[in-house]
Structures are given as C-alpha cells and as structure tokens.
C-alpha cells in the first residue's frame, strides 16, 4: 500500500506558482482613493502596528461594520460616513450610552 503513496498525503497544488495563486484569489482586493492625511494616519498605523496597511484597513472596515448600524439602513450611500466628531452622532451616542447606564442601574 506504501508503494502507491510513498511521499504520504497527494499535493494539493502541482508547483509553488498555484499554490501562491491560489493564496491571493481567497482574498478580494479593492481600490480606494483616500485623502492624503487619511494615507499618512493609515502608514502611521501601520508602522506602529508593525502590520501591513491592507491589514489596517481590513480591521478598520470589520469594526465600522459590526460598530456602526446605519450602514445596513443605506446611510451611507452618497454621504459622508459619521465620525465622532459629528454633532449628531454625538449626541445619539451620548443617548445611547445614558439609556444603557440607566438600564444597566438596576434602581
């Protein structure tokens, strides 16, 4: 039965060039223009990080989705996202964090 398979498992990819393509075609890839303070904030990061900057951004978009509801309500199509600077969000956040301060009271 050895003689069949000598070398253990088959190979799942026939040299190194498909297994690195293989690789990269997991992963989508975007292109984003972005202001030149973002691109220098985004390399800052990423020095700190000792990460790559695709890797910060990729972070930076899973927590904007899982932290930020109004993208699923369509808020975000031909505006400005919300940041923390905004007044309005401000404000809701700060209404938001009351309501569960008072909830979370217990009195």
Known sequence: ????????????YAN?????????DR???ISVRAEARTKETLALIAKT???????IVSAALKFYALNFAGWQDGLIFGKRLPTVQDKAYAAKRAREDAN????????
């Open 16 to 24: 190194a060039a498909e297994k690195a393509k293989a690789y990269r």
């Open 1 to 12: 039965m050895r003689d069949e398979n000598p070398g253990g498992r088959p190979k799942k």
């Open 100 to 107: 569960r301060d008072f909830l979370e009271s217990g009195d």
């Open 49 to 55: 990080c000792d990460a790559s900057e695709a890797d």
């Open 27 to 29: 992963w989508a890839t």
